[in-house]
């Protein structure tokens, strides 16, 4: 999944995330679509280079998260994760600018909190939950219905969405069901992993659709700071709700677990948010977009290849059906609402 930032409306006006909020579409395209305005010219080289940080990173994070539930508590490494997120963004954010640039409104805190909440807490926190008993191939696959729960949840409030957006919905959805009901009704693959995966879409999805009504802090790093601590502290609720902090043995946890743990810390965290900020204001939208269908490939790849996961028939037609009907909505849908002059 993506870092909750990227799609941070509180940006100083005139700025590329003022016009990703006047953008009313939740999903991958007009978030970025939203902001081509502002692009600034940067070298093919630098482009591609982070587009692949982007590419393999974020695909890869499932890999990652596979690899620490082997053998460290799933809500305990939540935590850790993200405090570690938040300690280094942190500090990053008081050397340049000074301890004053975390100072924010009672409400910019509270919004930043919920969507992380929503986003690191749930939307992460169940993948990481899922992956106990999912292979990381499917469960990237799973996870790439977003922008199509997106699309529902925009419904449901009230917006209009196009036939075109609709047809994309009614493929993935059914995509879905060919990926994920014959491995449930067979026992191949735990419902209760299945289950997690499909509940923490929808909590990514309404965080990134509520990312647009509630205030945030203006910087999107200082709103990321936030966010990530929401995670932390989510992270570690749990884990001592459910009794995890209980039977702690640090001596359980596997040299891999651990490198993958800080993986996920410094790269899916840090990194690839940072690489893919930079191209909201350098790269043109048709290419920026085609995250939201290469992620999962890649995740399957480096799970058949790293750990040997299968890859079904029915996987492979679940697959394309679903990628190739978010390919639809990120490509094909109707331009976002003119933006406001800002006065």
């Known amino acids: ?31 970025v679509r939203a902001a081509t305005s502002a ?33 460290m508590p799933p809500m305990f490494t ?19 600018h000074g301890p004053a640039v975390l100072r924010v409104s009672r409400s910019q805190l509270l919004g930043a909190m919920l969507i992380g909440g929503l986003l690191l807490g749930l939307g992460n926190g169940g993948v990481v939950l899922g992956e106990r008993d999912v292979p990381s191939g499917l ?39 060919i990926l994920i009901a014959p491995l449930g009704l067979s026992g191949a693959v735990k419902p209760l992993g299945l289950g997690l995966l ?21 910087d999107p790093f200082v709103s990321t700071f936030y966010q ?7 992270g570690f609720a749990i884990a001592v709700v459910t009794g995890e902090t209980a039977q702690l043995d640090p001596g359980t946890w596997s040299i891999r677990s651990i490198i993958a743990l800080a993986y996920l810390v410094i790269f899916g965290s840090l990194i690839a948010f940072s690489a893919f ?19 999962p490939v890649v995740a399957v790849a480096l799970g058949f290849f790293v750990l040997g996961e299968a890859i079904t028939p029915p996987m492979l037609v679940g697959a394309v059906l679903i990628l190739s ?19």
């Open 139 to 177: 469960a990237a696959l799973i996870v790439g219905v977003v922008p199509l729960v997106v699309l529902i949840i925009r419904r449901s409030m009230g917006e209009r969405i196009d036939r075109i957006q609709v047809v994309g919905v009614t493929g993935g959805l059914l995509g879905l069901v």
């Open 277 to 295: 900020t930079w191209l909201l204001q350098h790269a043109p939208v048709t290419r920026i977009t085609t995250y939201a269908y290469v992620n």
């Open 1 to 31: 999944m993506t870092d909750p930032a990227a799609n941070d409306p509180s940006a100083p006006p005139g700025s590329v995330h003022e016009r990703v909020e006047a953008a009313d579409s939740g999903s991958p395209r007009d978030v």
């Open 198 to 218: 499909l509940a923490s879409t929808v909590a990514w999805s309404y965080g990134s659709v509520l990312s647009r009504r509630v205030r945030l802090p203006r």
């Open 78 to 96: 939540i935590g850790i994760r993200f405090a570690a997120a938040a300690l280094i963004m942190g500090v990053i954010l008081m050397v340049r």
């Open 325 to 343: 009907s978010v390919a639809i909505i990120v490509r094909l849908q109707r331009p976002p609402r003119p933006v406001p002059e800002v006065s």
């Open 228 to 234: 990530f601590l929401a995670g932390c502290l989510f």
């Open 39 to 71: 692009l600034q010219v940067a070298p093919a080289w630098q482009v591609w280079g982070a587009l692949l940080i982007v590419y393999v990173v974020w695909g890869s994070t499932y890999l990652g998260i596979r690899i620490v539930v082997e053998s």
